[in-house]
């Protein structure tokens, strides 16, 4: 089945749920929130909505990412945490975040957690070593895990997702993923100027087509295409009616 939708709630989440099957929540990535609150949600949408949710930064990012401001954290807190979360080290502290990640799933019958690592998070001895003895050690309770890499050799990275059948995250109007399991999870951002992405690219028709080759050739139970850039409600719209025809 392939599922389309957004990179966070446009909109709303009720109204959004009466135009797509699928979100991506990106706001579990900077603030755990309550489960009260992610019960809440789950409750605005239809039975048959699908939720994916961001990993915690305190699983991804060390504490020198500016995205710990939003965190919900004292300073105090932060400066405490240094040196033990982030990069997939395998510590008390991220397996802790982990788990909670993890709880927010079960709340929202999430079938998708995306683990998103920076780009400073680089293909070296230390950080190979930490993803596999991460993802040796964590429990996942039947959520399927996608994991973005930044930087990394596609042999490197495809390595790493074949391993723990992990669902390899690229653009693929960039490149396909190396390793195809089961589920596929595929995100667009724009267009890219370089190293920098356009969040403000507006894909055009011949781009979505494209789009559509790519992602039915691809053989896999599930598959996710999320957009990311700033026009993602219209573009998510637009790709759905392609695949209808």
Sequence with gaps: MIYVGCCGIPGGLKKYAE?????EINRTFYKLPKIETVEKWRSLVPKDFTFCVKCFQGVT????????????????????????????????????FWNKTLSVCKALKAKVCLIQLPSSFKENEENVKNAIEFFSKIKTNDVRIALELRGWSEEGFSSICEKFDLAE?????????????????????????????????????????????????????????????????????????????
């Design 19 to 23: 135009e797509f099957k699928v979100v």
């Design 61 to 96: 990012h060390t504490v020198k990412s500016p995205t710990w401001r939003k965190s919900g954290f004292k300073t105090e807190e932060i400066e405490r945490l240094e040196g033990k979360v982030g990069y997939l080290k395998p510590t008390k502290e991220v397996f802790e």
């Design 169 to 245: 995250v690229v653009d693929p109007l960039v490149r396909l993923p190396g390793y195809v399991g089961s589920v596929v999870y595929l995100r667009l951002h724009g267009s890219y100027e370089g190293n920098r992405i356009n969040y403000k690219h507006k894909y055009s028709l011949e781009e979505l087509k494209e789009l559509r080759n790519k992602v039915t050739s691809l053989k896999a139970e599930d598959i996710y295409v999320m957009f990311n850039n700033i026009f993602m409600k219209d573009d998510a719209k637009q790709f759905l009616n392609l695949l209808q025809k």
